[in-house]
C-alpha cells in the first residue's frame, strides 16, 4: 500500500520518465540537424527512427514495472534500448567525425565537422536506463552514477558550446557564456568525486544549475532570435541552416538530471556537518 501513495517519488522512476522524454525529444533535434543534407545517408534516418520508437517500448515496460509489478518485462526492455541507444550514439559519433576530421585531422577540421559530441547524448541516455536496472535507486552509489552522467553531459555540452560557436570566431560576445557556464557547472559537479561535501555545497550546486537553466533559456532566445532574423525566406529553412534552435535546451535538461543526482545525494549526507560521501550505501 506504502509503494502505491509514494511509487511517485522514487528516483527510479525520475530518470525513467528523463529518458523517454529526451529520446523522443531527440527526435525533433535530429530531424533539423540531418536536413541539413535532406538526410543523404540512409544511416542518418536510423536515430530519428530509434528516437521515436524507443518511447514505445518503454512506456509499456514502465507501465509493467509501476502497474502489475511485473520487473522481468521492464528490465529486459530497458536493457534492450539502452544498449541500442549506447551503439547508436557511439557509431553517430565516428560518423560525424568521418565526416570531416578523419580525412584532415586538424582543429579547424573538428570544429567544421559535423558535431560529433551531439550523438554522445544517445549513450548517456542509454547508460541511465542500463544503470537504473543494475543498481538500487535508492542506494549512494546510484546517487553518485546519475552525477558522474550529468557531469559527463555538461563536459560534452562545453565542447559543443566551444566548437560550435568556433564555426563564426565567437563573432558576439555572449557567445561565450554557455562556455563559461559549462565549464563552472563542470566544475561544480565534480567536487563530490573529490573530497567530502555538505548539504550545504549540495544546495550550492543547486543554485549553480538554475545559473546553467538561465543560461540555456538566454541561449534558446538568441539562438530563436538569430534563426527569425535570418536570410532565408522561411523559419524553418533558417532553423536548419543556422543557428541550432533547440541546442541551447541540453542546459535546462541536464540541470534536471543533475537535481535528481543531487536530492539523491542529498538524502545520503548529514544534517549538519559534512560527511564522507563513499559510494558503499548506507
Known amino acids: 500500500m506504502e509503494k502505491n501513495r509514494s511509487w511517485y517519488l522514487g528516483n527510479r522512476l525520475w530518470v525513467e520518465v528523463f529518458v523517454v522524454a529526451n529520446i523522443a525529444g531527440l527526435a525533433g533535434d535530429i530531424f533539423l540537424a540531418h536536413s541539413t543534407n535532406s538526410f543523404r545517408q540512409s544511416a542518418e534516418y536510423v536515430p530519428l527512427v530509434f528516437s521515436l520508437v524507443a518511447p ?5 515496460a514502465l ?12 528490465r529486459f526492455l530497458g536493457q534492450l534500448v539502452g544498449w541500442m541507444s ?30 560529433f559530441a551531439a550523438p554522445l547524448s544517445y549513450t548517456g541516455l542509454g547508460l541511465l536506463l542500463i544503470l537504473n536496472r543494475m543498481t ?25 558550446s566551444v566548437t560550435d560557436h568556433a564555426q563564426n570566431g565567437f563573432f558576439s560576445w555572449t557567445e561565450w557564456i554557455p562556455v563559461v557556464s559549462s565549464a563552472l557547472a563542470v566544475g561544480f559537479l565534480a567536487v563530490p568525486f573529490l573530497t567530502q561535501v555538505s548539504r550545504r555545497y549540495l544546495a550550492l550546486c543547486a543554485v549553480a544549475m538554475i545559473l546553467q537553466a538561465l543560461v540555456g533559456l538566454l541561449g534558446f532566445y538568441f539562438h530563436g532570435a538569430a534563426d527569425i532574423r535570418g536570410p532565408a525566406p522561411t523559419l524553418f529553412q533558417n532553423a536548419v541552416y543556422g543557428a541550432p534552435l533547440l541546442a541551447p535546451l541540453l542546459f535546462p535538461d541536464l540541470v534536471l538530471l543533475s537535481f535528481i543526482g543531487l536530492w539523491a545525494l542529498y538524502r545520503h549526507l548529514p544534517a549538519s556537518t559534512p560527511g564522507p560521501a563513499r559510494c558503499e550505501g548506507d
Do not use: C, K
Open 56 to 60: 514505445l517500448l518503454l512506456m509499456p
Open 63 to 74: 507501465l509493467a514495472l509501476e502497474a502489475w509489478s511485473r520487473p522481468a518485462p521492464w
Open 86 to 115: 549506447v551503439a547508436i550514439g557511439i557509431a553517430g559519433m565516428v560518423f560525424h567525425l568521418e565526416s570531416h576530421f578523419f580525412q584532415e585531422r586538424t582543429l579547424a577540421s573538428l570544429v567544421y565537422a559535423a558535431p
Open 136 to 160: 538500487d535507486p535508492e542506494s549512494l552509489e546510484w546517487a553518485f552514477w546519475v552525477l558522474l552522467l550529468a557531469l559527463g553531459g555538461f563536459a560534452g555540452n562545453f565542447v559543443f
